[in-house]
Structure formats: C-alpha cells, structure tokens
C-alpha cells in the first residue's frame, strides 16, 4: 500500500535524522543494523510505500526511503539517478567517509548518532 498524502520529503541532515528515528520508533522490527535493506522476495520498496512486515533496513536505507528514493537490494534510485544505499544515507545524514561509522555501528549507538544529528 502507497500513503498518497502528499507532503515533501526532510532535506536538512537534522529532519532526516529525525525523520528516521521516527520511523524506527514506528516500525521498531523493521530496523535492522546488519542489511542496507532486505524485503522478502527480493521485490522494491517505493518511496511513501507502506513498510511491511518481513522488510527490514539499517539507518542508510531509511535515511534513502525517507527522502523519497525507491530501494532495490543495495541499491536506490529516484528521477533516473541510482547509486548505493550506502552513499544517498550518508549524503542525506550530511556525513562524509570519516564519520560514517554509524552504519556500522550497534543499533542502540546508531540511535543515539541520529538522536545526536537530530539535535534530541
């Protein structure tokens, strides 16, 4: 199922963050540090489309879903741009390759790095 609410996509690194920890409070079993993005049978995720069960992401790819990319495996792509889950979430958080180490980290620290982004 699509929300066809419209509404505009968070743009600054603290409304991502926000944005995601959001979303992670929401689908609490959806978040999963170990997997950019993974949804049983290997199918898309759209962006505005509702997160189901058995679809899991890391901190990057919902970074990347929040800001109206659509995810397929390690992969995202939005108006005929595609590039790495990995990079539109640390683009999207505004981390560069040294301070990246949140999409490795534990759950609970990743949390707190967003907490910390967000500015709560």
């Known amino acids: 199922?699509?929300?066809?609410?419209?509404?505009?996509?968070?743009?600054?690194?603290?409304?991502?963050?926000?944005?995601?920890?959001?979303?992670?409070?929401?689908?609490?079993?959806?978040?999963?540090m170990s997997t950019w993005f993974w949804r049983a049978g290997g199918s898309v995720l759209a962006p505005r489309e509702?997160?189901?069960?058995?679809?899991?992401?890391?901190?990057?790819?919902?970074?990347?879903?929040v800001t109206?990319?659509?995810?397929?495996?390690?992969?995202?792509?939005?108006?005929?741009?595609?590039?790495?889950i990995e990079n539109v979430g640390r683009e999207?958080?505004?981390l560069d390759a040294d301070t990246d180490d949140l999409f490795w980290a534990t759950a609970d620290d990743a949390i707190e790095a967003l907490r910390e982004i967000a500015g709560r």
């Open 50 to 65: 509702a997160v189901d069960c058995g679809t899991t992401m890391c901190v990057a790819g919902w970074a990347a879903h």
């Open 1 to 32: 199922m699509t929300d066809t609410t419209v509404r505009s996509y968070p743009e600054t690194p603290a409304t991502v963050a926000a944005a995601v920890l959001d979303r992670i409070e929401q689908y609490p079993d959806q978040f999963d």
């Open 92 to 94: 999207a958080l505004g």
């Open 68 to 84: 109206g990319w659509t995810l397929r495996g390690s992969l995202a792509e939005r108006g005929g741009e595609t590039d790495y």
